[in-house]
């Protein structure tokens, strides 16, 4: 799998004040670094979602299942550029700290989307679940940190926090 790197042709200003959820939603723009953070765009979360739909197209999965919280829209975006049904999961070990029942599929093979691997423990303790359930699973993220100590199956672009530590800000988190 290639180094994945999107350049994006835009400009973004960055204020204080609050944007409008138009300006928000449909500027275009780039990301942009802020003290320790990293601000994604919603033109680049369609980049990312559009380069691994290309890259997942051909391969079989009965489903997608999107980790809530920010697996969600990348998961969503991604079950309809492939046309494939979606299940979620509620598993956060970071915003949350909710680790509850989880209601699997049937047996099966599904794509697990997720917005980061980030230090990989949420999809370590994932895996253990889906295997004790039988289920054949892959991953998918927008970014994949290097140092991580899972390997995800796909990925938009790699990141390496141990020598940048920004945090990634996707634009429907709280900035």
Do not use: C
């Amino acid at each position: 799998m290639p180094n994945y790197n999107m350049e994006s042709k835009y400009v973004h200003e960055v204020d204080n004040n609050y944007r409008t959820g138009y300006d928000r939603i449909f500027k275009k723009s780039k990301t942009v670094s802020g003290p320790n953070k990293n601000f994604v765009t919603w033109d680049q979360v369609h980049e990312y979602t559009d380069f691994l739909s290309k890259v997942i197209e051909h391969q079989h999965y009965d489903a997608i299942i999107g980790i809530q919280r920010g697996g969600l829209i990348p998961a969503v975006l991604l079950s309809h550029k492939l046309n494939m049904p979606m299940h979620t999961i509620q598993f956060s070990l970071r915003d949350l700290k909710q680790v509850g029942n989880i209601d699997l599929p049937k047996k099966g093979t599904y794509l697990v989307v997720d917005d980061i691997n980030d230090t990989g423990e949420t999809f370590t303790q994932l895996q253990e679940k889906f295997n004790k359930a039988g289920l054949s699973v892959k991953y998918a993220v927008l970014h994949n940190n290097v140092p991580s100590k899972f390997t995800v199956d796909h990925y938009a672009l790699e990141i390496d926090k141990s020598k940048d530590p920004a945090w990634i800000v996707y634009p429907w988190e709280s900035k």
